[in-house]
């Protein structure tokens, strides 16, 4: 026997192990975990429809390694996990049974496979029995184990005899996904209920607090709402004025709550998507809901004007308007109408002019102070001076508007007898012989015309358009307070509380 034939054979041995090892390490270790792919089976979860079970080991932690790192372990929380019916959670055969671990394998073909484990009983030990998503195929007990639980994986294998696994994520029709986020023990604690039918209920939002719609508000607020879903919820999105959109939540948990200060001034309407586990999504919103924590911008004219008005007319005083900008608008005007150069009031008008009555002679000032939907109000500030004449004092502004008194025209000299007027003397007469009585000489004065006033001399009639007329204002007066806005209503009743 030479050396180079027992080197040969040392070679062979040494790689048969090595290559024997290696599949014991694949099927002990399996190849990286992956999320289910293309010709996979819908799965349902294995537990009895309506009974509350919850996980007490999640992925990748304790036992749950390797090809089992994406398993789960299942108690009844709603009576006895011994002797628990456990179904098929999708059509299949019967693939293989070990007894000494109570676990039973179902292909799903494609290599796909889901494994049941710790089972007391088995609906039958032999391979290729069809059985149906939803059948009863064995009983949860403690076997292999210490404490009675279902040990559920899914997992895919290419080859036969399904030594090469890598264990799957899990997504159950009942409406419930597990997805590995690494760390250990994931989803530790989730209590899942079986359906009969799917989950096709999507999620639900409930707004509370103290907000009402359609209301501005001068101090910042809060916005809370609470997601609901049948299953189980997956996160939410929120934004002002706008669908939050995106293809996954913003936010993990079912609570949320916005502050109607955030992005200033304005009227908003709060938008929140939510996510359940099978990413079925609801678009909820709330509002408007308005945020008015500015003043409205009201400003003093830079030269004071005067306005002139005869006592006893009905006068109307007008302002350029105050401005609110993004806020609540402007909702009135509170004004001062005295002798006081820093006087206030509460009298009160909607628009941006008044009319008044029944001023006596005198000088005053018109002041005020804009007011906005919420709560904010301007300075006050000086908006005209007006003077008050008497009746019979004419103000300069009827001095500019009224039209001058034609002055009369003078007679014309009448022609006599014996003094015949220059325009209309006769020349000198010849000798005539004296007339008769019945032939009136010619000598006879010209008969006075009749005076007829020349187009051009006719005397202008007084204007017959009174200055409540001119102003648009009604014939008769009222006595101040009793002021109206342009619109003729009483603005007191419009007056905001503060």
């Excluded at 996160?235 to 959109?245: H, K, T, V, Y």
Aim: hydrophobic content about 35%; charged content about 20%; aromatic content about 8%.
């Amino acid at each position: 026997m030479t050396l180079r034939p027992v080197m040969r054979r040392v070679a062979f041995w040494v790689g048969l192990l090595l290559a024997w090892n290696a599949v014991f390490l694949m099927a002990t270790f399996g190849l990286p975990p992956t999320s289910a792919h293309a010709g996979a089976p819908q799965l349902w979860l294995p537990t009895p429809v309506g009974e509350r079970w919850q996980v007490t080991q999640g992925f990748q932690c304790g036992s749950h390694v390797g090809t089992q790192s994406r398993s789960l372990d299942l108690v009844n929380l709603d009576g006895s996990t011994t002797g628990a019916p456990i179904r098929a959670a999708a059509d299949g055969t019967t693939f293989v049974w070990q007894g000494s671990t109570g676990t039973l394998i179902i292909a799903h073909g494609d290599g796909y496979y889901t494994m049941y484990t710790h089972l007391q009983q088995v609906i039958t030990t032999r391979r290729g029995l069809e059985v149906n998503r939803g059948d009863v195929i064995g009983r949860a007990g403690s076997v292999g184990t210490g404490m009675p639980h279902l040990h559920f994986t899914f997992f895919h294998a290419p080859d036969r005899g399904a030594y090469n696994r890598t264990s799957l994520e899990l997504d159950f029709a009942d409406g419930y996904s597990f997805h590995d986020r690494s760390g250990c023990n994931q989803h530790r604690g989730v209590v899942v209920v079986a359906r009969a039918e799917p989950d096709t209920i999507p999620p639900d939002v409930h707004f509370r607090g103290e907000v009402e719609p359609n209301q501005w508000y001068c101090e910042d607020q809060r916005i809370d709402f609470t997601i609901e879903d049948d299953v189980r919820v997956e996160g939410f999105s929120q934004a002002f004025n706008r669908d939050p959109g995106g293809e996954a939540p913003e936010f993990d948990g079912d609570t949320g709550y916005v502050q109607i200060s955030w992005e200033g001034d304005g009227l908003k309407t709060l938008h929140v998507r939510a996510w359940d586990h099978n990413d079925r999504q609801t678009l909820a919103t709330f509002g408007p809901v308005g945020f008015d924590n500015t003043a409205p911008i009201f400003t003093a004219p830079e030269t004071l004007p005067t306005r002139t008005y005869t006592a006893g007319k009905p006068m109307k005083l007008t302002w350029p308007p105050a401005d609110d900008g993004e806020g609540s608008g402007v909702a009135g005007y509170r004004l001062y109408l005295g002798s006081e150069i820093d006087g206030t009031d509460d009298w009160f008008s909607a628009e941006a002019g008044v009319k008044v009555a029944g001023l006596e002679p005198g000088r005053y000032f018109l002041r005020g102070q804009a007011l906005d939907n919420g709560c904010k109000s301007s300075d006050w500030i000086t908006l005209q001076h007006v003077v008050v004449t008497a009746a019979d004092e004419t103000t300069p502004e009827e001095a500019a508007t009224a039209t001058p008194e034609a002055t009369a025209t003078p007679k014309t000299v009448e022609p006599t007898a014996t003094q015949p007027s220059e325009a209309t003397a006769t020349p000198e007469a010849t000798a005539t012989p004296e007339p008769t009585a019945t032939q009136p000489p010619k000598a006879t004065a010209t008969p006075e015309p009749t005076t007829t006033p020349l187009p051009s001399a006719t005397a202008t009639p007084e204007p017959t358009t009174t200055p409540e007329e001119e102003l648009n204002l009604p014939a008769t007066s009222t006595a101040i307070p009793a002021a109206t806005s342009e619109t003729g209503k009483d603005p007191v009743t419009k007056k905001p509380v503060y």
